[in-house]
């Protein structure tokens, strides 16, 4: 069965706006798949459309067999899917253990025992659990972002261009903890402009343009297309 299907949605930010114009996306078990495309495509669109913060106004959204379209943030958190938005994704003026709390707001019950289980899984968080938010170095933010996102034990966790901003270190890093994240069983939705390096770790891609499906296939294909390669991974 899949993690999460994608039918046909239509979404946008107002009555009657379709930046989405009938998409479809499927992430099964531990895949890492990503969503790339020019700027302005919709790849963020869709990771909030999923997220509930965004209201498909058609289509069909599945949560294994459990339609979720139509639900609020906090209910798909429950459920299962964890969001990490580009910007704004930690509490600046709360310490790294206080954001981990946050992260796991909706699911109260095992906070500390996750938050000790995200710390273990970055040990760095660790060793700055008392520290402000706004003192880490934009890797170990990003680090924190996604540990945040862990606290709800998700089923799948969807990123927005988690390396933006990064050195080329520190992204290959993230990218070898998104890996980590797939191999303890998490399915991954990825929106990267980092593609190539993005695809390199995924097992498919699609490429979204303009709120449509463009392409989409195994990664190690699409980047060994040379028309691919040209047209959207900058040749
Ligand atoms: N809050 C908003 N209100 C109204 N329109 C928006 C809003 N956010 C995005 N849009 C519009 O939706 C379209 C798709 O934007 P989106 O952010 O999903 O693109 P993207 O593929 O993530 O692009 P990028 O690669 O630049 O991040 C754009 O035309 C954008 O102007
Ligand atoms: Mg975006």
Redesign the pocket.
Known sequence: MNVLAVENVVA???VG?Q?LKGVDFVVKPREIVCIV??????????L?TIAGLLRPSQGRILLADKSIGGMKPPDISKFGIAFVP?EHNVFGNMTVYENLEMGGYVARDHIRARAEAAMDHFPVLRQKRRQLARTLSGGQRQLLAVAMALMVDPELILL??PTAGLSPVAATELFGEIIRLRDVGKAIGL?E?NARDAMAISDRTYV?VD?RNNVEGPSHQLLADKEISRKFLGG
């Open positions: 946008g930010y107002s706006d930046i495309g020019p700027n302005g495509a919709g790849k963020s669109t869709l909030k580009q927005d261009e929106v402009q979204l709120g």
